[in-house]
């Protein structure tokens, strides 16, 4: 390549960048307009990119777009926000207990996988090939059990975040049980892909691997919070910022190349970076929050980026028409049993009613990872394009909800009369 060509390329992407940027502030205000959460238009418009595109300027432009950049700018800003977000939700005070995390995430997945199933009892035995297709039949099984089971962390984390939930009981609950989750679905996609090729492959290799990063994270952990290193972290932010995004994008994409998700690169990068107590002698100091605190805000700058690249790999091919009928099953079972299912398990893990119907509204959040989800199916040659399309909007349609209802949630509790004690009157006393 020239150098004139490269000067064009990048100039060619920041154009692109731009157009996706304004594209993403328009989102916003509409959200807003129907108040609905700010990343809801974001998403909704980017997805929206693709078929506006090819509409409106044709295949040769949608053609030459620089997704390639794109892609890579879009997945650059997930992982430093995501880190961003998990090491805030660290920092936040230790008022989760262990037992709501596991009661909230078993139910939260346990609910979603055994509907998934009955989904796919349906879809074996109903004798329709449009929904059916010719993936064996515990292929199919698995995938569409993980495919109700899903919580898209990063969508979640900009509603979190867009109604100040960040650092609260709920927020840090609800994001720990959706990184758990993530973490989980990849497995059973894993397992799904290797049933459909005839064996279980790599699963095994990669449960292992987590294991190792989890340690591996840990042992950073110690050497980062070393006093020395949160002097020289409170002293060089700037440099600080650098290293923790160089850290996030190495891991996320070391994660990446073998098989598992970014996200949990995000996580376990953000589990290695100290916080708040760290350091002995400054229990109250975050010596690496400003750095991680700006990490973020590129990142949440970029991630519209994300949206719009996943619309274009999403929506690329054609589709056959739609089975209504799968798209109303497929939406009702999805926000059965993911609600229902998170509810259920932060009821057993002691949390108030309110709080568990909170929780299961937050984690019915699927959007982008399940749409990659989906994306990962459909090329596999598991799902059929008019199951594709049933579980896409599903997808859409719980993430729409999500902040809609959250906000109704807390509407209802606000407007509920607080009893007050009366005073009892005692015999001889006033």
Known sequence: MSLVEGAARVGWLVAALAAVLLLAFAGRLVARALRQPAVIGEVAFGLAASPLVLAVAGPGVA????????????????????VGVIHELRSAPRFVRGRAIGWTTAGAVAVPLAAGAGLAAWVLTGGDGGLRGDAPAASLAVFLAVSLSVTAVPVLARILSDHNLVGTRIGTLAMTVAVVTDAAAWLLVALAVSLKAGGLGELPALAGLIVVALLGAFAVRRVLGTPRLLRLAARRPRLTALFVAAWGLGVAAALRSWGLTEVLGAALAALAIPTVGT????????DWGEAVRAVARVGRLLVPVFFVVTGFSVFAEPFAVASWSAIALVTLVGLVGKVGGAYA????????REVALSLGVLLNTRGLTELVVLQIGYDAGILTPA?????????LVTTALTGPSYALIQYAAHRRPRTVPVPVAHNGGL
């Not at 398990?345 to 002691?350: D, S, T, V």
């Open 63 to 82: 053609a030459a777009l620089p997704l390639d950049w794109l892609g890579t700018c879009g997945h650059i800003g997930l992982v430093l926000f995501l």
């Open 279 to 286: 350091n002995p002698d400054r229990v109250d100091r975050d």
């Open 387 to 395: 199951m594709f399309l049933a579980l896409a909007v599903m997808a």
């Open 345 to 352: 398990g932060a009821r057993l893990g002691g949390e108030p």
